[in-house]
């Protein structure tokens, strides 16, 4: 079933503006991944933060999880034209061999 | 990293017809491969657990005489959709589990686009 909800539904921002998506979930995680696709296209996977994890920086990407809260931020810096995409959060339960859980979404946009 | 392909990556058919899309992990056995359906601006939503050698495990309300799922090796995995209609248009991506237990990884197929006239 569907868990993840992500914030906002959609995000218009300016080349070389930050953009901050959050995302928050229901149960408890054994990680919390983040993925990025192309309109039309597969998945891309950005980056994974496991429950013992509270920060995790790759490149411009930085990633926050708070599991008290049962939430997450993915922070884009330095946006550019090409990080124009949806990003998807997914929840990975505790047990192995679960699915992937994802969230509905963040659409953004980054204006050249 | 771990590879999964899928195929075709995309398709036409039309209606009242079987369109078979298969996943296959290229470098690794997967013994649990899942199967996702995306429809425009919406997010992924798991159809079926695939298992090989037993049957897969459906979510709630996927028909599962509708969407055959066959796992019959451990690198490949089938999904069916019988007589497809219309409304069976969408992104189907299917992923396969590397490893198990908390270490396991799920690598994603680049994705079907099924559109059914």
């Known amino acids: 079933s569907q868990q993840g909800e992500e914030d906002p539904q959609a995000l218009s921002i300016q080349e070389g503006e930050n953009a901050t998506m959050n995302c928050s979930y229901k149960t408890s995680i054994n990680n919390l991944q983040w993925y990025r696709q192309n309109s039309g296209r597969g998945l891309v996977h950005l980056i994974l933060i496991r429950s013992n994890e509270r920060e995790k920086h790759s490149g411009r990407l930085r990633v926050t999880l708070d599991t008290s809260k049962k939430s997450s931020s993915l922070l884009i810096t330095a946006s550019r034209a090409a990080d124009t995409a949806s990003y998807f959060c997914?929840?990975?339960?505790?047990?192995?061999?679960?699915?992937?859980?994802f969230g509905k979404g963040t659409r953004l946009s980054v204006i050249a | 990293g771990a590879v999964v392909s899928q195929h075709p990556s995309r398709v036409i058919c039309k209606s009242g017809t079987s369109v078979k899309i298969e996943c296959r992990s290229l470098d690794f056995q997967a013994t649990t491969m899942f199967w996702y359906r995306q429809f425009p601006k919406q997010s992924l939503m798991l159809m079926a657990t695939s298992n090989e050698g037993s049957k897969a495990t459906y979510e709630q309300g996927v028909e599962k005489d509708k969407f055959l799922i066959n796992h019959a090796s451990l690198t490949l995995s089938t999904l069916t959709v019988t007589s497809a209609h219309p409304e069976d248009s969408s992104f189907y991506i299917c992923s396969a589990l590397e490893g198990g237990g908390g270490t396991a990884t799920q690598y994603f197929g680049p994705g079907t686009r099924l559109t059914v006239l």
């Open positions: 997914a929840t990975a339960r505790n047990s192995g061999n679960t699915p992937l859980v």
